[in-house]
């Protein structure tokens, strides 16, 4: 039976096993990553999926801003991910009920713009489109080929040219526990 539930702190060293096991050591470097450092995630988005008493899937959300390099505008942006699914449990639907479950969470405490990092067929279902022909950077200047956004119709359009930057705020401890083993 499968229990969704708030992120526990007591949560931390199951979901860094769980994203080393789903992402290897190398999603470390990735430039989603970097969004994620000297800021913590939004607490009531952060979601984990238990069967019994075993970790199955857990999925955080970040705070950033989208700089538009044009006009020095912000706009606001949370950032999903990661979503992690452990390999035993994946294909039974889990992934997307704790996306859809968290989007609508996100809807009801006013949070009108969603960008991440992945795969279009995936989170298409969710009503994320590409967010080209807008040239935007991620952390590194690299480029956001992939990066996707959900937004509410009555958002001004992403910037022509922009980068995604943090919005630093406090720190949520698995979130320091995990940047610290990754230094």
């Not at 050591?25 to 994620?36: E, I, M, N, T, V």
């Not at 930057?165 to 401890?173: I, K, R, S």
């Amino acid at each position: 039976m499968f229990t969704f539930d708030h992120e526990r702190v007591s949560d931390g060293p199951a979901i860094t096993n769980l994203l080393n096991i789903v992402f290897g050591p190398g999603r470390l470097g990735k430039a989603s990553y970097a969004l994620r450092q000297n800021g913590g995630p939004v607490e009531p988005l952060c979601q984990v999926v238990r069967c019994d008493d075993q970790l199955a899937a857990s999925i955080r959300y970040w705070s950033t801003v989208i700089r538009d390099l044009l006009t020095g505008a912000q706009h606001n942006a949370l950032l999903l991910g990661p979503l992690a699914v452990d390999p035993t449990f994946q294909g039974l639907g889990i992934g997307s009920k704790l996306v859809g479950q968290t989007l609508s969470t996100a809807a009801t405490l006013g949070h009108q713009r969603i960008i991440l990092v992945g795969d279009a067929c995936y989170y298409g279902r969710f009503g994320f489109v590409s967010a080209l022909p807008s040239y935007i950077t991620l952390p590194g200047g690299r480029d956001a080929r992939r990066l996707l956004v959900k937004q509410s119709a009555l958002l001004p359009s992403l910037p022509a040219v922009g980068r995604v930057e943090p919005l630093l705020q406090t720190m949520h401890p698995e979130a320091q526990n995990e940047l610290a083993m990754a230094s």
